[in-house]
Nanobody, 113 residues
């Protein structure tokens, strides 16, 4: 399993932007990488996925506002978030899948209305 550390969360006003980063302890070649989030009292929600050949797909709730990307050389995955809304407030988690799932500890994103 790879160890993942998310960063870049914080407090932002509605309509603003943030970029989250997910740094892996080792190579991410061969891993499908994804971002999820979990708001208080809600289940963890899939947001975006990027495959080994950089094919991406998104949840409808973030399509057109969020962009996932990867830098294999740096072992890092990014989530560029724009036009943020109060309902985007959650803890954001990075996920890596290669036979098994690996998760980071999460980073808090709070969007003030």
């Amino acid at each position: 399993q790879v160890q993942l550390v998310e960063s870049g969360g914080g407090l932002v006003q509605s309509g603003g932007s943030l970029r989250l980063s997910c740094a892996a302890s080792g190579t991410i070649y061969g891993y499908v990488m994804a971002w999820y989030r979990q708001a208080p009292g809600k289940q963890r929600e899939f947001l975006a996925r990027i495959t080994t050949d950089s094919h991406t797909d998104y949840a409808d709730s973030v399509k057109g506002r969020f962009t996932i990307s990867r830098d294999n050389a740096k072992g890092t995955v990014y989530l560029q978030m724009g036009r943020l809304k109060a309902e985007d407030t959650a803890v954001y988690y990075c996920n890596a899948f290669y036979d098994v799932d690996s998760w980071g500890q999460g980073t808090q994103v709070t969007v003030s209305s």
